[in-house]
Nanobody, 125 residues
């Protein structure tokens, strides 16, 4: 029902920055909490950040606090993840997701209904 498409990934040196974008298409009239998850090579998917439908509440994994910022522009049906001070351990496929949960900013994968295809982020040291 809702298609999410991530973009902005790529190769960056440690200490650099990237901004990921997630554009939504389909039934975008509803309000969704939005989240970012990542899956490093050979590891399970993990929570990164989330924002409530109105952007008033945000949540971050401890590993990215102070470095990453999630934001959204509902007029453009887009959510962003600004990533600064990148580290090699940030290397992963990053996924955006939309949630219909009543939780304002869900932090669990099973709280999200729609998922993007993922975008690769590689941080070299």
């Amino acid at each position: 029902q809702v298609q999410l498409v991530e973009s902005g990934g790529g190769l960056v040196q440690a200490g650099g920055s990237l901004r990921l974008s997630c554009a939504a298409a389909g039934r975008t009239g509803s309000t969704y909490a939005m989240g970012w998850f990542r899956q490093p090579p050979g590891k399970e998917r993990e929570f990164v950040a989330a924002t409530s439908w109105n952007g008033g509440t945000t949540r971050y994994a401890d590993s990215v606090k102070g470095r990453f910022t999630i934001s959204r522009d509902n007029a453009k049906y887009t959510v962003y993840l600004q990533m600064n001070s990148l580290k090699p351990e940030d290397t992963a496929v990053y996924y955006c997701a939309a949630s219909l949960s009543r939780i304002t900013a869900p932090g669990r994968p099973n709280e999200y209904l729609y998922w993007g295809q993922g975008t690769q982020v590689t941080v070299s040291s």
